[in-house]
């Protein structure tokens, strides 16, 4: 069964203190692997896809990456208004649910200014 | 690109009635919906596929005839909750399948049943 497993659950930084965050996943067959943001009332608003071990994508202060058995988002010189909760969520190349996404239980992340 | 939205974006019904729930991508056509759950502190959990023009793909322990979807067009999907009771409160995500295997989501709908 795939299985998505984010750490740390909660974790708080300094405006400008980088970090980063784990997703660690079993899939029978990756076809992807995402991240994306989510605030609080808000519906997953989508960061990366990332396809094979090795791939790395960037957009402005955040950074993924990915091997065969996990993926790091990192954060670098976080601002307040990175504060979120990242999600990570597999796509399996042989799902019976066809493109769904298995999704990890997130990482909150606060930045205190 | 790639904007999807949803109506109502909250609703209060009373127990017993039913709700409609309408998703739909704007600026790109999507045969493939999906309907997501969420409750508070959680993930988001699974709760069926919507292809358009056909009967929807409903994940394990979910009724389908308590959850209605019905995915006309391509570019909308209605998820209908039928006979609503307090413990179908939650946040309802649909998404949509862009051109890619990414998945666009909407801005969610609380649904709050008293």
């Known amino acids: 069964e795939d299985q998505v497993t984010q750490s740390p659950e909660a974790l708080r930084l300094q405006e400008g203190e980088s970090s980063s965050l784990n997703c660690s996943y079993t899939?029978?067959?990756?076809?992807?692997l995402f991240w994306y943001r989510q605030d609080p009332g808000k519906g997953p608003e989508f960061l990366f896809t990332?396809?094979?071990a090795g791939e790395e994508k960037e957009k402005e202060r955040l950074k993924a990456t990915l091997t065969k058995k996990e993926s790091f988002l990192h954060i670098t010189a976080p601002k307040p208004e990175d504060s979120a909760t990242y999600l990570c969520a597999v796509q399996a190349r042989n799902s019976n649910s066809g493109y769904a996404l298995n999704f990890g239980k997130g990482t909150s992340l606060l930045v205190t200014p | 690109g790639a904007v999807v939205s949803q109506h109502p974006s909250w609703v209060i019904c009373k127990s017993g009635t039913s709700v409609k729930i309408e998703c739909r991508s704007l600026d790109f056509q999507a045969t493939t919906m999906f309907w997501y759950r969420q409750f508070p502190k959680q993930s988001l959990m699974l709760m069926a596929t919507?292809?358009?023009?056909?009967?929807?793909?409903?994940e394990q322990g979910v009724e389908k005839d308590k959850f209605l979807i019905n995915h006309a067009s391509l570019t909308l999907s209605t998820l209908t909750v039928t006979s609503a009771h307090p413990e179908d409160s939650s946040f309802y995500i649909c998404?949509?399948?862009?051109?890619?295997?990414?998945?666009?989501f909407g801005p969610g709908t609380r649904l709050t049943v008293t």
């Open positions: 899939v029978s067959g990756l076809r992807g």
């Open positions: 919507s292809n358009e023009g056909s009967k929807a793909t409903y």
């Open positions: 990332l396809y094979s």
């Open positions: 998404s949509a399948l862009g051109q890619g295997i990414e998945q666009y």
